[in-house]
């Protein structure tokens, strides 16, 4: 995809808040600090659109982004970051839930996960439910930099297994700072808008 324009929509607390439906959206989930944001800034080809932090658990909104206004990136809050009181994560996945369920416009969930680590319980409770939904449930291994490229089919095989993957080819080794498929990524982007 080109990218002529892109626009930090809105940053959500409530459905009230949200951009009108139409526009497919694809959301992007998963733990504290995974890179939702650099992924979004790889895509677009921007350093620091989409803001980073390696302070883990700081989206607590749910983020818009419009490409091109024909395609939104939806950034969630990430889950399981241990140093936010409870109250504040029941928050959080309660918002989460109510975007997943209730929104029309949304085309796939996209789960993210450090390439380098097993799936943990939130991960493997978000990839069932992805899937209870109907979604594909394409994972992006992210930080694959991080480990010798030799090493990645032994790390794929290891998110496949914990969390009952069939399809090793929905699990894309991905890194934002090297920028390794993100073409690979538009491509199965691309694919969802015109299905």
Known sequence: MKIKDVKLLITAVNENQYPSEGVAEIALAGRSNVGKSSLINALINRRNFARTSSQPGKTQTINFYSINEELRLVDLPGYGYAKVSVKEREKWGKMIENYLVNRKSLKEV???LDI???PGEHDKMMYNWIKSFGYKG???A???DKIAKGKWQKHISIIAKELGVEDKNSIVPFSATKKVNVDKVWEIIENILVE
């Open 110 to 112: 996209f789960l993210l």
């Open 116 to 118: 380098r680590h097993a």
């Open 138 to 140: 394409i994972i992006i």
């Open 142 to 144: 992210t930080k694959a």
